[in-house]
Every structure is written in C-alpha cells, then in structure tokens.
T-cell receptor, first 116, second 105 residues
Framework: EPEVTQTPSHQVTQMGQEVILRCVPI?????FYWYRQILGQKVEFLVS????????KSEIFDDQFSVERPDGSNFTLKIRSTKLEDSAMYFC??????????????FGAGSRLTVL | DAKTTQPPSMDCAEGRAANLPCNHS???????VYWYRQIHSQGPQYIIH???NNETNEMASLIITEDRKSSTLILPHATLRDTAVYYC??????FGAGTRLTVKP
C-alpha cells in the first residue's frame, strides 16, 4: 500500500537553529499538508500546498515557517529559528484532488522535533 | 477551529460495539464527513468517510443522520487494539480534540 514517508523520525536541535523536515508524499497525490501535535494535545493544521503554492495556512504558520516542493517528490517544512515551543510531532499528509475519495488524507509516521 | 464536536472520552468493553458520536451541525451540502484514529503518537489513520448515505468497510460503519448534522462511527466488535483517539473531520481538514476510546477487557 502506498505510504507517506517522513524524515528524520526524530531531530534534536538547539534553540535558534534552522530545521528542515522532509516528506515524500504518495506519488500521484496533488495536495500536501503539514500538521503539528504538541505532546498531549490535538493535531493542529499548519499549511496546505497545491500546484506549487500555499493554498491555506493557519495562524500558527508564521514567518518562521516555510514550505517547499524542491523537486517532483519531496515536500519540506522549514523552521528558520526554532523556539522551545516548536517542540512537537510534525505530520505530513497528502491526498488526491478528484473523485469521491479525493479528500482522504494519508499521513506519514511523523517527525519528532525536540528543541533544547 | 474545527467544525466538529465530539465527547472527550468513552469506554467500551472488549467484543462489544463502540459507538462514537460526532456533531457537525454547520456542515454544508457538499462536505464529506471523515473519520480517522490515532494510536499513541502515530500518524492519524483513515477509517471511513461518507456524504449522505451510511457506509461500511472492513474497519467500521458510518451512520449519518438525515439532516447530516451528526454522525456515528460504529466499531462492531471492539478489540483492545482499537484503543485510540478517534477524530471526526469535514472538508476543512481541521482536527478537533477527538474522542479517546478505551477498550477494556
């Protein structure tokens, strides 16, 4: 079964450092998402991406965050200057764009970010 | 904010049916209802979705009220491995707090 792959599974970084989280969505999917989940809290929407541009973003997704699809397979989330409160699990998800099953999201296993 | 509301927690006896309700009173006519679950800190896993009609797959059944303002996810024979947080979402792809289902022996 096709899956969404995320790397790294766990990253530890110092406050103020830049972090890039990587995702390989399912190959024929066209919509891509990033979510985050702070320990013990709900899954929060960060951003959606379609046709090489951001289609929607939440208030959490401020100027320190950026997303990019640098090639035909990777979808990245960059955090420019990490803060302690960025410590969380970050989930990438993708979906198709047409048909009755179009909005079914497939999630990756997540990347755990720990900011010290 | 999410457009759905769910009870924060529920218990179910192993082998019995688990019925998880969801309120989506502001759902619009062309929005689907989707159910996902999250086991521990794993990525959310898709379970089932529907628009108007009741749906069934190998994992669960989905009952949607005629006015579409609420739905119920049914796990017909809950097992200990079904212990998870269950999320009901609509087309906005926003997750609420979900329902923590605990299946007890």
């Amino acid at each position: 079964e096709p899956e969404v792959t995320q790397t790294p599974s766990h990253q530890v970084t110092q406050m103020g450092q830049e972090v890039i989280l990587r995702c390989v969505p399912i190959s024929n999917h066209l919509y891509f998402y990033w979510y985050r989940q702070i320990l013990g809290q709900k899954v929060e929407f960060l951003v959606s991406f379609y046709n090489n541009e951001i289609s929607e973003k939440s208030e959490i997704f401020d100027d320190q965050f950026s997303v990019e699809r640098p090639d035909g397979s990777n979808f990245t989330l960059k955090i420019r200057s990490t803060k302690l409160e960025d410590s969380a699990m970050y989930f990438c998800a993708s979906r198709l764009t047409q048909g009755s099953g179009a909005n079914v999201l497939t999630f990756g296993a997540g990347s755990r970010l720990t900011v010290l | 904010d999410a457009k759905t509301t769910q009870p924060p927690s529920m218990d179910c006896a192993e082998g019995r049916a688990a019925n998880l309700p969801c309120n989506h009173s502001t759902i619009s006519g062309n929005e689907y209802v989707y159910w996902y679950r999250q086991i521990h800190s794993q990525g959310p896993q898709y379970i089932i979705h529907g628009l108007k009609n009741n749906e069934t797959n190998e994992m669960a059944s989905l009952i949607i009220t005629e006015d579409r303002k609420s739905s119920t996810l049914i796990l017909p024979h809950a097992t200990l491995r079904d212990t998870a947080v269950y999320y009901c979402i609509v087309n906005d792809m926003r997750f609420g707090a979900g329902t923590r289902l605990t299946v007890k022996p």
